[in-house]
């Protein structure tokens, strides 16, 4: 714009002042664009000088008793100001562009809380920002430094604790007044974090969070921010032991197999029919014999198993073998009899339980016969004539000692 005027006052504020793209804003020649004070908080105007009305200049040479006071006023167009700004101090703006905001923000690391002339002709404002407190641009009152950071004088920014260092409190001044990291946690950007749970630190003054290291596969530790790996514990059943080279590793006991679940690994008591009889993050194992079993979860020892209901065990050859097995008990049975009472889990061939009525002739007898006097033979888990009824005797119980009642049949 040029031969133009303009005045501003009233704390008017041009906020990013910018023309759109293949237009200008600018005071040209000939235009005279003014500002008047005060301007907004935290705002200042360059060369801003006194207004008042101008008067013709004496001349002390012709009239020595000359007023400066009473000399008429100068013409309109060769006044400075108007009128109603007399009294206040007002700045001419800079011929050219205008493609900042006006009046100008206080520099950073000042503030300008004040609209009293002096804090508003010049970047400093009202002062310099005060230690404890950062002033952004256009600052009018200094803001605490915040927590994890510290402000000297004159800063325009927070600046956060050196990595390694963490603040507590707000106001900081200095990175004297920043804490050491401790073990457990790793302090970045002014803040502390501790190790998350799961993990450990035993070194101060760490910065990331790398510093933190993992528990040993399946430990964890308690809670967030351990220090040691001695804060690291078994979980899910496993049993801590010592691994190679000394070093602490969790395992499953004995009686305890390795299962994955959706949550992960964990320890679990061996299945009946499984057995477990060592350390170590493996399987539970199954027993050997067809129809074994074992009579609780958790067994120990491949001796946990036994053969399961209807079934006893025995070894599988007498003469060519020694591995036991699991014979159905209807294997010593007489066609078209029973004979045993293999109503539990357990048995064995030398206990093999024998119902009244029937006989076996020795523990390692494979055979069960009916008596032909089913009265003498009482059955039970002892073979031979302790099977006999009081007065009886001999194979099949078959011999009568004395008073054998009823006698026995030929």
């Given at each position: 714009?040029?031969?133009?005027?303009?005045?501003?006052?009233?704390?008017?504020?041009?906020?990013?002042?910018?023309?759109?793209?293949?237009?200008?804003?600018?005071?040209?020649?000939?235009?005279?664009?003014?500002?008047?004070?005060?301007?907004?908080?935290?705002?200042?105007?360059?060369?801003?000088?006194?207004?008042?009305?101008?008067?013709?200049?004496?001349?002390?040479?012709?009239?020595p008793s000359c007023v400066a006071a009473t000399q008429p006023l100068l013409?309109?167009?060769?006044?400075?100001?108007?009128?109603?700004?007399?009294?206040r101090s007002v700045a001419d703006l800079a011929l050219g562009p205008l493609?900042?905001?006006?009046?100008?923000?206080?520099?950073?690391?000042?503030?300008?809380?004040?609209?009293?002339?002096?804090?508003?002709?010049?970047?400093?404002?009202?002062?310099?920002?005060?230690?404890?407190?950062?002033?952004?641009?256009?600052?009018?009152?200094?803001?605490?430094?915040?927590?994890?950071?510290?402000?000297?004088?004159?800063?325009?920014?927070?600046?956060?604790?050196?990595?390694?260092?963490?603040?507590?409190?707000?106001?900081?001044?200095?990175?004297?007044?920043?804490?050491?990291?401790?073990?457990?946690?790793?302090?970045?950007?002014?803040?502390?974090?501790?190790?998350?749970?799961?993990?450990?630190?035993?070194?101060?003054?760490?910065?990331?969070?790398?510093?933190?290291?993992?528990?040993?596969?399946?430990?964890?530790?308690?809670?967030?921010?351990?220090?040691?790996?001695?804060?690291?514990?078994?979980?899910?059943?496993?049993?801590?032991?010592?691994?190679?080279?000394?070093?602490?590793?969790?395992?499953?006991?004995?009686?305890?197999?390795?299962?994955?679940?959706?949550?992960?690994?964990?320890?679990?008591?061996?299945?009946?029919?499984?057995?477990?009889?060592?350390?170590?993050?493996?399987?539970?194992?199954?027993?050997?014999?067809?129809?074994?079993?074992?009579?609780?979860?958790?067994?120990?020892?491949?001796?946990?198993?036994?053969?399961?209901?209807?079934?006893?065990?025995?070894?599988?050859?007498?003469?060519?073998?020694?591995?036991?097995?699991?014979?159905?008990?209807?294997?010593?049975?007489?066609?078209?009899?029973?004979?045993?009472?293999?109503?539990?889990?357990?048995?064995?061939?030398?206990?093999?339980?024998?119902?009244?009525?029937?006989?076996?002739?020795?523990?390692?007898?494979?055979?069960?016969?009916?008596?032909?006097?089913?009265?003498?033979?009482?059955?039970?888990?002892?073979?031979?004539?302790?099977?006999?009824?009081?007065?009886?005797?001999?194979?099949?119980?078959?011999?009568?000692?004395?008073?054998?009642?009823?006698?026995?049949?030929?």
């Open positions: 714009m040029s031969r133009s005027s303009l005045l501003l006052g009233n704390g008017t504020l041009l906020a990013a002042n910018a023309a759109p793209a293949g237009a200008s804003a600018q005071v040209g020649l000939g235009s005279v664009w003014q500002y008047a004070l005060p301007a907004p908080p935290g705002h200042w105007v360059a060369g801003a000088e006194l207004c008042f009305e101008k008067r013709a200049p004496c001349d002390f040479q012709l009239e013409p309109t167009e060769e006044q400075t100001c108007s009128e109603e700004h007399y009294g493609h900042d905001a006006f009046p100008f923000a206080c520099a950073p690391g000042t503030f300008g809380r004040s609209t009293a002339v002096a804090d508003q002709s010049g970047p400093s404002c009202s002062g310099v920002c005060p230690a404890g407190y950062y002033c952004a641009a256009g600052s009018v009152e200094p803001k605490p430094c915040l927590e994890g950071f510290f402000c000297g004088p004159g800063s325009p920014a927070p600046q956060p604790c050196s990595p390694g260092t963490y603040g507590a409190q707000t106001m900081l001044e200095d990175q004297s007044q920043c804490l050491r990291c401790p073990a457990g946690s790793y302090c970045t950007s002014g803040k502390r974090f501790p190790c998350r749970q799961g993990t450990f630190n035993p070194h101060p003054e760490q910065a990331s969070a790398l510093a933190c290291e993992e528990c040993q596969k399946h430990s964890s530790t308690d809670g967030v921010g351990a220090t040691a790996q001695a804060n690291c514990t078994c979980r899910n059943q496993f049993t801590q032991a010592e691994g190679e080279n000394g070093t602490v590793v969790c395992m499953c006991a004995e009686g305890m197999g390795l299962v994955s679940t959706v949550d992960g690994e964990r320890c679990e008591p061996c299945a009946q029919g499984t057995y477990k009889d060592a350390l170590g993050n493996f399987k539970c194992a199954a027993c050997e014999q067809l129809h074994a079993t074992s009579f609780s979860l958790g067994a120990t020892v491949a001796e946990d198993c036994v053969c399961e209901t209807g079934y006893f065990m025995a070894t599988e050859n007498e003469t060519t073998s020694s591995a036991r097995v699991c014979l159905a008990c209807e294997s010593v049975h007489v066609v078209g009899f029973s004979g045993t009472n293999c109503t539990r889990a357990g048995l064995t061939l030398e206990r093999l339980p024998i119902e009244a009525g029937y006989y076996r002739q020795s523990s390692t007898a494979r055979y069960v016969r009916p008596c032909a006097a089913a009265e003498a033979c009482l059955g039970g888990d002892l073979a031979t004539d302790v099977q006999c009824a009081d007065g009886h005797t001999g194979p099949f119980c078959s011999i009568c000692l004395a008073n054998c009642n009823p006698p026995p049949r030929a």
